[in-house]
């Protein structure tokens, strides 16, 4: 197969300058395809919690082709033996198998996507039962493997072997996290053969897409964390503020409107006191996701302190933004919280607007506050503008 190293650091150095997971995943099949010239491309990747390996992307096959695949994940299905037994298959292997026949290949490999070697049973039991067939490899699923030999349990049946796999530590510790897909390479439109050369390279590569890929998940992970609030699940004050700047800026260069809106839970302190912290943190995760819910994608929305909110509305006039904040308030008091106890809830908010009320950070938060105060001054579950 022809091929030049230079695409090849081209491709890998693709998939590292991006932690973004879609970017990594369809760069990785669009550049396999275009590198070594496939006929066609398609990625597959496991979904533990189904036991399923599940169709993504593809390139050269129909529309829906491969995303409509939904395979079991099995030494007896080709597409997940290597999930198996961590090494590529070839289509000599293919015999009668359901889905590459549905497929129409002829002339494929499929190749393992994973982003690090699992700690084998044998090691794990420190078993020396040599003759078993997972015994020596790295890579096995034993509890996917017939006739194993674990000790004392040779000769269970397939259900019974089956009760006695999902209670071993070895199937119990298998990391579900982890990256795990199979890449499919095929020729079988022009009966070109895949040789053994590029099989060995793109098992490499399918290790560093693993790597790379799992990177973004635990990139995107962390960037979750920390923007976003541990109780409410909404974005947290750090990152408010941040995006509150980056849209006085924004205004500033482009004229946009902007108002901000803070939400104080009325009389929250008596809740806690009466009915306890847990109702309380109850209230709080209610009230973010009935706020949450009645906001455009274009708004955010933070827990700027312990039972206060922040509501940030783009290309919103004041008079608008009095409106909406009226709007959150009458939902709250009308609303009934689920659970056993019967509580009341009401907010009340302030509204300000940027380059009206204020044109700087600390001004718009200062003017917003004192219109908020203003609000529980008169009585609470009311709207005061700046």
Same mark, same amino acid.
């Given at each position: 197969?022809?091929?030049?190293?230079?695409?090849?650091?081209?491709?890998?150095?693709?998939?590292?300058?991006?932690?973004?997971?879609?970017?990594?995943?369809?760069? !990785?099949?669009?550049?396999?395809?275009?590198? !070594?010239? !496939?006929?066609?491309?398609?990625?597959?990747?496991?979904?533990?919690?189904?036991?399923?390996?599940?169709?993504?992307?593809?390139? &050269?096959?129909?529309?829906?082709?491969?995303?409509? /695949?939904?395979?079991?994940?099995?030494?007896?299905?080709?597409?997940?033996?290597?999930? %198996?037994?961590?090494?590529?298959? $070839?289509?000599?292997?293919?015999?009668?198998?359901?889905?590459?026949?549905?497929? &129409?290949?002829?002339?494929?490999?499929?190749?393992?996507?994973?982003?690090?070697?699992?700690?084998?049973?044998?090691?794990?039991?420190?078993?020396?039962?040599?003759?078993?067939?997972?015994?020596?490899?790295?890579?096995?699923?034993?509890?996917?493997?017939?006739?194993?030999?674990?000790?004392? =349990?040779?000769?269970?049946?397939? +259900?019974?072997?089956?009760?006695?796999?999902?209670?071993?530590?070895?199937? %119990?510790?298998?990391?579900?996290?982890?990256?795990?897909?199979?890449?499919?390479?095929?020729?079988? /439109?022009?009966?070109?053969?895949?040789? #053994?050369?590029?099989?060995?390279?793109?098992? @490499?590569?399918?290790?560093?897409?693993?790597?790379?890929?799992?990177?973004?998940? +635990?990139?995107?992970? @962390?960037?979750?964390?920390?923007?976003?609030?541990?109780?409410?699940?909404? =974005?947290? $004050?750090?990152?408010?503020?941040?995006?509150?700047?980056?849209?006085?800026?924004?205004?500033?260069?482009?004229?946009?409107?902007?108002?901000?809106?803070?939400?104080?839970?009325? =009389?929250?302190?008596?809740?806690? #006191?009466?009915?306890? =912290?847990?109702?309380?943190?109850?209230?709080? @995760?209610?009230?973010?996701?009935?706020?949450?819910?009645?906001?455009?994608?274009?708004?955010?929305?933070?827990?700027?302190?312990?039972?206060?909110?922040?509501?940030?509305?783009?290309?919103?006039?004041?008079?608008?933004? &009095?409106?909406?904040?009226?709007?959150? $308030?009458?939902?709250?008091? #009308?609303?009934?919280?689920? &659970?056993?106890?019967?509580?009341? %809830?009401?907010?009340?908010?302030?509204?300000?607007?940027?380059?009206? #009320?204020?044109?700087?950070?600390?001004?718009?938060?200062?003017?917003?506050?004192?219109?908020?105060?203003?609000?529980?001054?008169?009585? $609470?579950?009311?709207?005061?503008?700046?």
């Amino acid at each position: 197969m022809d091929f030049n190293n230079l695409a090849l650091l081209k491709m890998l150095s693709l998939l590292y300058e991006d932690l973004d997971l879609d970017t990594i995943e369809e760069r !990785f099949v669009s550049l396999i395809g275009e590198v !070594f010239a !496939f006929d066609r491309v398609g990625l597959f990747f496991v979904k533990h919690k189904q036991g399923i390996l599940r169709g993504k992307l593809c390139k &050269g096959f129909d529309q829906g082709t491969i995303s409509s /695949l939904k395979i079991p994940i099995t030494e007896n299905n080709l597409f997940t033996r290597p999930l %198996v037994s961590g090494f590529p298959c $070839r289509s000599e292997e293919a015999q009668d198998d359901e889905f590459t026949q549905r497929l &129409g290949l002829t002339e494929f490999a499929v190749i393992p996507v994973v982003n690090k070697k699992r700690i084998s049973c044998w090691l794990i039991k420190d078993c020396q039962e040599k003759t078993c067939p997972a015994y020596g490899n790295q890579w096995v699923r034993c509890w996917l493997v017939e006739d194993t030999k674990c000790a004392g =349990h040779a000769n269970l049946g397939p +259900a019974e072997k089956q009760d006695y796999c999902e209670t071993c530590p070895v199937h %119990v510790g298998q990391d579900t996290e982890a990256v795990e897909g199979i890449l499919l390479v095929d020729n079988s /439109l022009s009966g070109r053969q895949i040789d #053994d050369e590029a099989i060995t390279i793109l098992a @490499i590569i399918a290790h560093a897409v693993g790597n790379a890929i799992n990177n973004s998940k +635990a990139y995107s992970s @962390i960037m979750r964390v920390a923007i976003r609030d541990e109780l409410t699940g909404i =974005h947290n $004050r750090r990152y408010f503020n941040e995006r509150l700047l980056d849209e006085i800026d924004r205004s500033k260069r482009y004229g946009t409107l902007v108002c901000l809106v803070m939400a104080d839970i009325d =009389h929250f302190k008596k809740i806690n #006191d009466l009915h306890g =912290h847990p109702v309380g943190d109850s209230v709080l @995760i209610w009230l973010a996701a009935q706020l949450s819910s009645k906001l455009r994608s274009s708004d955010v929305i933070a827990r700027y302190g312990g039972e206060e909110f922040a509501l940030l509305l783009m290309n919103t006039s004041k008079e608008q933004a &009095g409106k909406v904040a009226e709007i959150l $308030r009458a939902t709250i008091a #009308d609303a009934v919280m689920p &659970g056993e106890l019967p509580i009341n %809830v009401t907010i009340s908010l302030g509204v300000a607007a940027l380059n009206i #009320d204020a044109g700087s950070f600390e001004g718009l938060i200062a003017r917003t506050d004192k219109a908020l105060y203003r609000a529980k001054a008169q009585g $609470r579950n009311k709207v005061c503008l700046a």
